[in-house]
């Protein structure tokens, strides 16, 4: 875990955690800090999701409280909960801190992701800014709006930044006019500011590379999840076939599930094929991990008989060998590029509804050859 940067539990605000002292007190302080910068707007959470988010006892969150009520900031109110009722006037409120929205499991962010919101969150920091985490499976349901309506209505803040969300997210936020920047691919239809990465142009050179070395046969492996960044990257692969000079390739797509064994089983069905691919777009870098050991369990050296490309390239790609060739981006140039698309509502405004994109950069490494004189 990165130094001055913490994941907290689901749907829970990334906070400072009580020490020692008079943990009763500190943890009203905390409370306190938070209803200051409008974290919640009318209720504190229940006592368990303080629990969670806090890390400490009921015991410990009780008494808290009870210290609240005492000062005036709150009142409880039976069988609904702990309203707040005043906030200290010099307090500068939630105006400049940023919402950070992240549907997927923490523990499946890759390494980039984790090393750009760090980056960023110190960007805020060094302004005045917090950034406060949000996470969890009931925003990626079919129906989120229920869960996102209670999440934006106990912690407003002037700007959304959405991580690895489906398109039903994406249209609820615009439906209700919250001031948000997807971080990642916008899915069409939906009319949201956007930071990407492009790469639509990175999986049409890749093909476009294993054209030029002479295969014919390429496949791509994607998650059957319809991602929009997937579906622009299957975009710009078959874009590289329209050349005339590639008549004679034959271009596969190839879904999968999100686990080792359903990249590990298509790679399977695609290499039993009469005529099986000689090179592979892989998608997810995971999967390229068992791509490239599946391969291996078939016989086939990697690049000797199959190249292989993966569309991230991350850091553990490199305790692989032959180490994979990909794409890379800045990670700071990301952070930065977002602090820019941010500020407009951290100063009252909304940001552009304009699609940053950021080109990503190939690293050669050891997968890509030419094909082999039987193919």
């Known amino acids: 875990m990165m130094p001055g940067f913490h994941f907290t539990q689901p749907s829970t605000p990334m906070i400072a ?60 109110e039976e069988r ?60 990626a349901r079919r129906n989120p709006a229920p869960a996102l309506k209670k999440l934006v209505r106990q912690h407003p803040h002037p700007c959304w930044i959405l991580l690895s969300v489906n398109r039903d997210v994406q249209a609820w936020f615009q439906k209700n006019a919250i001031p948000c920047v997807v971080a990642g691919s916008v899915h069409e239809g939906i009319e949201l500011p956007g930071c990407d990465v492009d790469y639509r ?22 998650k059957h999840s319809r991602a929009a960044g997937d579906i622009c990257s299957e975009a710009g692969f078959s874009e590289a076939f329209t050349h005339p000079g590639f008549a004679d390739a034959a271009p596969v797509i190839c879904h999968c599930d999100d686990t080792a064994e359903g ?65 890379t981006i800045k990670t700071r140039l990301y952070a930065r590029t977002l602090l820019r698309m941010i500020a407009p ?13 950021i080109m990503p950069e190939f690293l050669e490494g050891n997968t890509v050859s030419s094909p082999p004189a039987r193919a």
């Open 345 to 357: 509502a951290l100063n009252g405004s909304l940001p552009a509804a304009r699609v940053r994109y």
């Open 201 to 222: 142009a990175a999986c049409r050179h890749a093909a476009s590379l294993f054209l030029r070395r002479g295969h014919r046969r390429i496949a791509l492996l994607a």
């Open 80 to 139: 609904v909960g702990n309203k707040i009722i005043r906030r200290r006037k010099n307090a500068s409120g939630a105006g400049s801190d940023v919402a950070l929205l992240v549907s997927s499991e923490l523990h499946h962010l890759l390494p980039s992701i984790i090393l750009w919101v760090d980056q960023l969150r110190a960007m805020l920091a060094a302004r005045g800014s917090h950034l406060h985490l949000f996470s969890g499976q009931n925003y």
């Open 263 to 327: 990249a590990a089983k298509a790679v399977r069905q695609m290499m039993v094929r009469k005529s099986p691919p000689t090179a592979l777009l892989v998608l997810t870098p995971f999967h390229c991990l068992t791509v490239i050991s599946c391969l291996s369990q078939l016989g086939y050296n990697v690049p000797r008989d199959v190249s292989v490309i993966s569309r991230y390239s991350e850091t553990f790609h490199d305790y692989l060998l032959p180490r994979p060739s990909g794409y």
């Open 17 to 76: 955690l009580p020490q020692k002292r008079t943990l009763e007190l500190q943890t009203a302080e905390i409370l306190r800090g938070q209803i200051d910068q409008g974290a919640w707007k009318a209720w504190l959470p229940a006592e368990r999701a303080l629990c969670e988010m806090l890390q400490v006892s009921r015991i410990t969150v009780r008494a808290a409280l009870g210290q609240l009520r005492r000062d005036g900031v709150i009142a409880a």
